[in-house]
């Protein structure tokens, strides 16, 4: 599609950052939206149709944390659409969409030279970067912070371009006109978008965008629970009616024989330096539906009529792999155990005298250890890819699909231009779809095989090569005075450098085993974020003891605050009991200065009716401020938590049956959206907290199915409270907080039921 001048001004907005003016466009990438028929594009986010509807980009996946609706809603509002006239199109990949916040959290991942940038937006070293890279990762909870200018300058400069044409029918000066559910309105004049659009167009956009007076939020009865929401999800409606489309559902209609799509599934060696030397095909030869089989050095794929032929021609196969060094908990355990007591620590923080502080033989030393976790998303790796005329299709979740691109082209020898990708929608993703190896193997069985493939894998296989979250060993160590105070802190955490191995394989294609072995000893900040605590300490040290364990791990769902929050807090809980003090006074009195984490603490105390977590009372307390700097201040968007939770005895034993929640996370645009996913948070960490353990035995997972990991089902989910505090302040994304709150929040109610202290995640794994 032609690109004007006109087009990339309207596109980005003047102040967007992203399509600054024609010298700033990326000659090299196409322009990322091409209207239809009877639509008329303003520049990269937005499309009007003649019947007037509203089409948004989107380029972030939709993973059910709703980003297909809050953006939009973004757009919609700025614009002056109507709601019910505003649809998505999932947007490819373009230097338009770059996630600037993004990039500037994960330079330790992609750029680990340069760490002193992170958090430097507006470096321009890191915007080249991640326009050069077309980065637009969907992670960390950046949507809205990355996503909310540009969308909201984009809507608004077409909306003084809709003006325009309508004033100019009018005689009018444009600025005496309005936008309201899809029309321009001046006095008892209106005329609908779609009418509009053609003429809008040729008009030159403002230079500075004219933004309406106040930022999309809701405040007062909008945030209460039972209110009906005014900007519905637009994906409810398909995924209520099944026509929504998941990774595993994509079918398309064969232009000939060759053209028809078969169906694979896959075999991978055990976890470790494994590789496949044996198997018999004769077995599964008169299996029907079942056509052949495509090998490579670490995996084995069949592929047939159908999935269910697949899969039984591989179990009847049974390929067998050679595996030198596989992955063995007890080993793992052991090295996290010895990187513990003797290993070399990196200082991520510290303050005061540091460790110097704290004597010998402090008030309080604990040890934790914390499982491997695994992501257990409802829909496992799926991936459909076709190769024709010299280029690679791809049908596939992904939250990096750049780097996925990448990861195809080199694989196939194709140019990135050469591998095209169709976004859909993951079936939950918990930062599962990151990694993107299945996406690479569906591109070499097609090109194998001769024909269209859509690869899944079963549940086993999501177990045994879907990289878990890692595993620690923790001790927490406090020197308190007479009152309680906090004369001297110190965390200690033995675990690999996940963050860094998981950059060098997203960003430098490398194998697990050669971002294994290149992150050895390497310190990973990212992995401690979150340890540094909210609470007044004299003195304060925070340590990383990089450990090599064997086993590639990957990031999950509430990131590094999901266990160094579970760490601190009921480290902290220990401490008020030591000092003879009730928890949330205690808690209160070492939160010098941080308002906004106190008012959660009080409000939801007081709204659970918190009863001082005395024995045998079942109550737990725990809060979480997460988006804080270095040293523990807040950040410019940061978000704060309280949690109580309440454990009861059951027919089935000890079970969570109350969370109450506090939130303060800034201005709200979406409440039903902020709540879904301060539900799903909570519901992720119940799965956390009171699962089964992910051990390994000769490479092999003990975990294959989502009934062995004991998960919550409906009858274990406790009944969930959420109150919102109305605030000002900067947006910060609900999808993560919740987790890191919920784990010590139970640790802690289950403490106050029992009498008994579990220092380990899962909770029960340790007890025996």
Not at 328 to 349: C, F, K, N, T, Y
Not at 525 to 549: C, D, F, K, S, W
Not at 560 to 587: N, Q, S, W
Request: hydrophobic share 45%; glycine share 10%.
């Amino acid at each position: 599609m032609p690109v004007s001048r006109r087009q990339l001004l309207v596109g980005g907005g003047i102040g967007a950052g992203l399509l600054l003016a024609w010298w700033a466009w990326p000659r090299d990438h196409a322009a990322p939206l091409d209207p239809a028929k009877g639509e008329t594009g303003f520049g990269a986010w937005l499309r009007i149709a003649e019947d007037g509807m509203v089409t948004v980009a989107v380029p972030q996946l939709e993973m059910g944390q709703g980003v297909t609706t809050l953006l939009p809603q973004i757009a919609a509002v700025e614009l002056g659409a109507d709601w019910r006239m505003v649809a998505v199109e999932p947007a490819p990949t373009s230097a338009a969409y770059a996630n600037f916040p993004l990039a500037a959290r994960w330079v330790p991942m992609w750029r680990p030279a340069i760490e002193a940038m992170a958090d430097e937006e507006s470096d321009v070293a890191l915007r080249k970067w991640a326009r050069d890279e077309r980065f637009d990762a969907t992670a960390d909870g950046t949507s809205l912070a990355a996503y909310e200018t540009p969308l909201r300058e984009a809507a608004a400069s077409a909306r003084a371009m809709l003006c325009m044409a309508a004033a100019e029918r009018w005689e009018i000066d444009w600025q005496q006109c309005r936008t309201e559910n899809g029309t321009v309105r001046h006095e008892d004049k209106a005329v609908g978008f779609g009418e509009l659009a053609a003429e809008a167009a040729q008009f030159d956009p403002p230079k500075v965008p004219p933004l309406l007076p106040a930022s999309s939020g809701e405040a007062g009865e909008a945030l209460e629970p039972e209110t009906v929401p005014a900007f519905p999800r637009l994906d409810a409606p398909s995924k209520a009616t099944g026509s929504y489309v998941f990774a595993g559902d994509v079918r398309f209609v064969p232009d000939s024989d060759a053209d028809r799509m078969v169906f694979a599934a896959i075999r991978h060696g055990p976890v470790g330096d494994a590789e496949l030397t044996r198997f018999d095909p004769a077995p599964a030869r008169k299996l029907p539906g079942y056509l052949g089989l495509v090998k490579a050095k670490r995996w084995l794929a069949a592929y047939g009529t159908n999935w269910w032929a697949a899969e039984q021609a591989l179990r009847r196969i049974a390929p067998g792999f050679d595996t030198a060094d596989p992955v063995d908990s007890p080993r793992m355990v052991e090295a996290l155990d010895a990187g513990l007591r003797r290993g070399d620590a990196h200082e991520i923080m510290a303050w005061g005298e540091g460790e110097e502080a704290l004597p010998d033989r402090p008030t309080l030393a604990l040890r934790y250890d914390i499982a491997p976790a695994p992501h257990a998303t409802l829909e496992t790796a799926s991936a459909t890819a076709r190769l024709r005329d010299g280029r690679c299709e791809i049908w596939a979740a992904s939250q990096a699909p750049e780097q996925m691109r990448q990861a195809v082209a080199a694989q196939l020898g194709l140019s990135v231009e050469d591998v095209i990708h169709y976004p859909v929608g993951a079936g939950s993703s918990f930062d599962r779809r990151l990694d993107h190896d299945h996406a690479v193997e569906a591109a070499v069985i097609a090109r194998e095989v001769g024909r269209p493939v859509q690869l899944t894998w079963s549940r086993w296989q999501e177990s045994l090569a879907g990289w878990p979250r890692a595993p620690m060993a923790a001790v927490l160590a406090a020197e308190i005075d007479a009152d309680g105070r906090i004369l001297a802190w110190k965390t200690r955490i033995a675990m690999p450098a996940t963050n860094r191995e998981q950059g060098r394989r997203l960003f430098e294609g490398a194998t697990p085993w050669a971002a294994i072995d290149a992150s050895e000893g390497e310190v990973d900040t990212l992995a401690m974020e979150g340890a540094v605590p909210p609470y007044a300490a004299q003195n304060l040290v925070v340590q990383h003891v990089p450990v090599r364990i064997g086993l590639p791990t990957a990031r999950q769902r509430g990131n590094a605050p999901a266990y160094t929050c579970f760490l601190t807090e009921t480290f902290v809980d220990e401490l008020a009991r030591k000092a003879g003090r009730e928890p949330l006074g205690y808690r209160i009195q070492l939160l010098e200065g941080r308002i906004r984490l106190i008012e959660c603490l009080t409000r939801v105390t007081r709204g659970a009716v918190w009863g001082g977590g005395l024995p045998a009372s079942g109550e737990g307390l725990a809060c979480l401020q997460m988006g804080q700097g270095e040293s523990g201040e807040e950040g410019p968007r940061s978000g704060h938590i309280a949690c109580v939770a309440r454990v009861r005895q059951g027919e089935g034993g000890l079970r969570a049956t109350e969370l109450h929640f506090t939130c303060d996370i800034g201005r709200i645009p979406n409440a039903e959206l902020a709540r879904q996913q301060i539900e799903g948070g909570a519901i992720f960490a119940l799965g956390l907290a009171l699962g089964a353990p992910l051990d390994y035995e000769n490479g092999l997972p003990d975990l294959g199915t989502l009934s062995a990991m004991r998960l919550p089902g409906m009858a274990a989910t406790p009944e969930i409270m959420i109150e919102f505090v109305e605030s000002e302040a900067e947006p910060f994304d609900p999808g993560e907080i919740s987790v890191g709150v919920t784990l010590p929040a139970i640790a802690n109610a289950l403490f106050a039921a029992t009498g008994t202290r579990l220092r380990t995640l899962p909770l029960f794994s340790g007890v025996t």
